[in-house]
């Protein structure tokens, strides 16, 4: 029984260490390389950290596109988030508290857009910015964002308010509470950790989000840092060192909302899945 215990132990230990260095040596082999210069890992090659050096890193921070990529992924992520999470909670809190004709109605259509691939409304949104005039701007691309988050978001966040027991509204209204009264003081604190868990997933969805950047904001002016990682490489000139570097400081402000929110996360998807 004992030995069996072991070997069992043993097994599932080995299965994480294995899986550990699955998860862990990309993010090692990326930091492993931002350090080292072009030449060194053609001259040199190894995978251990040989030859380091900070010069992919000051190029980094001293390069106005790179800069400017970085603001712009950063306003556009907190920007969507943001209003993405108020017109979020605001569909979830109709479609679960509210009472009205079409209301189900109106629960399928953000279900089937929350479900339609993105590959199918890319070439109808690339239209439809095209004839709005919003490519090459933040705004069109926040919007275009928005598009996709909104039904995300309230579809994570229905299973959230379904939890919630109706009498505490009415409770509220009837203590002389209006419906956003009670929905701010009320029901928002108890669903606390799942809007922080559909904010940092949603703020990672912007943040790596790749083709539509690509396509609708070309200008160099409104690159979004993947789009500036990709025309880092010119013709078969390829800057691994560099490449690495903007990775590996692209990464840093995801870890740390997921370093942080990690609890919430946990916590509020676990919270939502209780109950359809």
């Known amino acids: 029984m004992v030995k069996q215990k072991f070997l069992s132990r043993l097994g599932i230990y080995s299965s994480l260490i294995v899986l550990l260095v699955f998860v862990i040596f990309p993010i090692y082999y990326m930091l492993t390389v931002s350090f080292r210069s072009q030449n060194s890992m053609f001259t ?15 190029v980094a921070f001293t390069s106005r596109e790179f800069l400017t990529a970085m603001r712009n992924s950063l306003v556009i992520g907190i920007v969507t988030t943001s209003v993405g999470l108020v017109f979020s909670v605001l569909a979830a809190y109709s479609l679960t508290i509210l009472r009205y004709r079409g209301r189900d109605t109106f629960g399928r259509i953000i279900i089937v857009a929350f479900l339609t691939p993105g590959a199918l409304l890319f070439i109808p949104l690339a239209v439809i910015a095209a004839r709005l005039n919003i490519s090459n701007t933040l705004h069109g691309l926040m919007i275009i964002y928005l598009s996709f988050i909104v039904p995300l978001g309230t579809y994570l966040l229905l299973g959230f308010f379904r939890n919630l027991v109706g009498e505490l509204e009415e409770a509220a209204r009837i203590d002389g509470a209006s419906r956003l009264q009670a929905l701010w003081f009320i029901l928002l ?88």
């Not at 950790?193 to 070309?218: D, H, K, R, S």
């Not at 013709?235 to 997921?258: K, N, Q, R, T, V």
């Open 189 to 276: 604190p108890l669903i606390a950790p799942g809007i922080a868990a559909v904010g940092i997933l949603t703020f990672t969805a912007c943040w790596n989000e790749y083709l539509v950047a690509l396509v609708l904001n070309p200008n160099p002016e409104f690159r979004t840092l993947p789009v500036a990682v990709t025309f880092l490489q010119v013709a078969d000139e390829s800057p691994i060192g560099l490449i690495m570097a903007y990775s590996s400081i692209g990464a840093i402000p995801i870890l740390i909302l997921f370093f942080i929110g990690q609890r919430f996360i946990v916590e509020g998807l676990q919270t939502g899945a209780v109950k359809g």
């Open 44 to 58: 040199n090659p190894s995978w251990f950290p040989v030859d380091l050096e900070l010069k992919n890193y000051r």
